[in-house]
């Protein structure tokens, strides 16, 4: 990390809470926690942001875009935690193999190929997106709420992605280790994975 971040001992009682919260949720306390840690207000932020996207739809479809968003950010860290959230939390390992394996989203049904295309478009370029593109999701059964959904998905993960990136923040051994080797290849799209 490009910044030497506040330290578990040192935390203060707000940072302390969000470090708690982090190491609680995966086991250890993610690098990615050190990025927020001299404003644990805007760690607060963030966490609300992302329950209030991530709690208003369908969790696989969260997953999904918010994978093809990682990977259009160059997101090694969102792209590998993400595809491990869709395959043990969505329960959907199929899914995440396509993605790996063809991460351009050929191997993916319609509506899922769509969601991904779209989100992706929406990080790479949003002031790209027109009428069309819309429509696509429209002609493979998404509604208005669940197209602005994904937009709100891939819009979320910018900022966080950036937020990693900017700071340096790398991927977990622990997390790289959850996936096998020859799909985590394809997942290494921007920072190498941290050091163990």
Known sequence: MFISPVSEEAAGPDLAAYYERQRAAWGFLPNYAGAFSTSPEVARAWDALNQAVRGGMDRRRFEIATIAAARARRSTYCTAAHSTFLRDICGDE????????????????????????????????????????VERLRAVGLT?????????????????????????????????????????????????????
Do not use: N, W
């Open 94 to 133: 199929p899914t995440m193999r396509a993605i790996a394996e063809q991460p351009d989203g050929a191997a993916l049904d319609a509506q899922d190929r769509a969601v991904y295309e779209f989100a992706g478009k929406v990080a790479e370029d949003a002031a790209s997106i027109d009428a069309s593109d």
């Open 144 to 196: 208005d709420g669940d197209i602005a959904d994904v937009v709100f998905a891939a819009a979320a993960r910018c900022f966080f992605t950036a937020v990693l990136d900017g700071l340096g923040a790398q991927l977990d051994p622990q997390t790289a280790e959850r996936l096998p080797s020859s799909l985590l290849e394809s997942m290494i799209v921007g920072r190498a994975v941290a050091e163990p």
